[in-house]
């Protein structure tokens, strides 16, 4: 599990559809063989560690659902170790567990903050909601709107500055999960002929 608070930006080495090496050095303090590492927002598990460096697999799903077939060599990743048992819960949930990729369609700045439009698909937009959670790259944010077929999000200085969002530009493909909690509540909604409990009668009697 992670919570969205990046703790370094990587640099592509190699990728290959089956596998990435990515240059680093804080991340590669106490990392081990098999650990989890989330590479934009991606969940990976350690192949090989060098003094510079690590080797992660990528499945073809992975590859095929997130947008490492955008990357290139010398791509800039965000980097976050698996949580530990004794650190702070500074963002929000992170399972690692990519849903869809999202475009950025516009990059405006606006004093010191920047906001970022996101076009993303309708399976995702469900789970996106205003002032809710949601994972770009790995980064923990908070939606500023959303709409049918995307969201905005204002990124304040430090995050702008210690990620790689001050390296993309409109076009550029970024990394979506959802928060975690979204799914439970429409898996907890929705009855065995796949119907959501919500209607009319069900907001009336609760008040709405």
Known sequence: MFTGIIEEIGKVL???ENSIQIQC???LSD????DSIAVN???LTVRNIFSDSFIADISPVTYRVTMFRYLQVGSPVNLERAMSSNGRFGGHIVSGHVESVGKIICIARQGDFYLFEIEADDFVMKYIVGKGSVSLNGISLTVADAADNGFKLMIIPHTFDNTNLKYLKQGDFVNIEPDILSKYVEKFLLMSD???????????????
């Not at 990392?31 to 098999?34: M, P, Q, T």
């Open 31 to 34: 990392l081990k063989f098999g």
């Open 194 to 208: 796949n119907k959501s409990r919500i209607n009319f009668e069900f907001l009336q009697e609760n008040g709405f």
């Open 41 to 43: 927002g991606t969940c």
């Open 14 to 16: 190699e990728l290959s």
């Open 25 to 27: 050095k804080e991340v």
